[in-house]
């Protein structure tokens, strides 16, 4: 158990829709990271927060946004979404920002139908 | 974009047996991280490897970094089923302003 938690485990919704998907990163973690995972691009960094600001931007499409609230737990909203969207989405902590292991979630895996 | 790449892609070996997998990358990096990815779920952690440090050792794990050839491997020992993952190399440069970039990964499978 990595200690980072991700909710929902499986979302399905369709073409045009609107998600959020969230996570609460371990305990003492002050870095949020976002993964897309997809067969197609693999595993790609979309975006990460520290202590509560954006610190660093990936490879994440404008229809997405992420956040961190006082509490360090993070949520990573897409909305209109595309078939393309369908993947998983990792989150991941780390104690500080960066030269550090990063700690994954299970992730949310998005179906776009 | 994919920093590291992972060769072999897929690699079956004996129950017991040593398993190698190397990674390229193309740019210069501040460390590299090795993770393993049982089907469907998320990335483990097993190794941090610094740019000045040559070889790092964890339990029946051995990885190592030549930065001049920019590359590393990552060595399992007395391999067990329990090893079947895959195995990413991701590697983070300076100050960490990317996150972390993976490869496509290795697919080890571990014959009983």
């Known amino acids: 158990d990595s200690g980072v938690t991700q909710t929902p485990k499986h979302l399905i919704t369709a073409t045009g829709q609107r998600v959020t998907l969230r996570c609460s990163p371990r305990?003492?973690?002050?870095?949020v990271y976002w993964y897309q995972q997809s067969l197609d691009q693999g595993l790609q960094f979309l975006i990460q927060?520290?202590?509560?600001?954006?610190?660093a931007k990936g490879n994440i499409l404008e229809r997405f946004s992420a956040q961190q609230f006082p509490d360090l737990h993070s949520e990573l909203n897409l909305s209109s979404l595309e078939l393309g969207d369908s993947a998983l989405y990792f989150c991941?902590?780390?104690?500080?920002?960066?030269?550090?292991?990063?700690?994954f979630g299970d992730g949310t895996r998005l179906s776009i139908l | 974009s994919q920093q590291g790449e992972e060769d072999p892609q897929a690699l079956s070996i004996q129950e017991g047996e040593n398993a190698t997998m190397n990674c390229s990358y193309k740019?210069?990096?501040?460390?590299l991280q090795w993770y393993r990815q049982n089907s469907g779920r998320g990335l483990v952690h097993l190794i941090l490897?610094?740019?000045?440090?040559r070889e790092k050792h964890s339990g029946r794990l051995r990885v190592t970094l030549d930065t001049s050839k920019k590359s590393s491997s990552l060595l399992i020992t007395a391999s067990r089923a329990a090893d079947t993952a895959s195995y990413f190399c991701?590697?983070?440069?300076?100050?960490?302003?990317?996150?972390?970039?993976f490869g496509k990964g290795t697919h080890l499978i571990i014959q009983p």
């Open positions: 991941a902590s780390s104690l500080r920002q960066d030269d550090q292991p990063q700690h």
């Open positions: 305990s003492g973690d002050l870095s």
């Open positions: 927060y520290y202590n509560g600001e954006e610190r």
């Open positions: 740019t210069s990096i501040n460390n």
């Open positions: 490897i610094r740019s000045n440090e």
């Open positions: 991701a590697t983070e440069v300076g100050g960490g302003a990317d996150g972390l970039t």
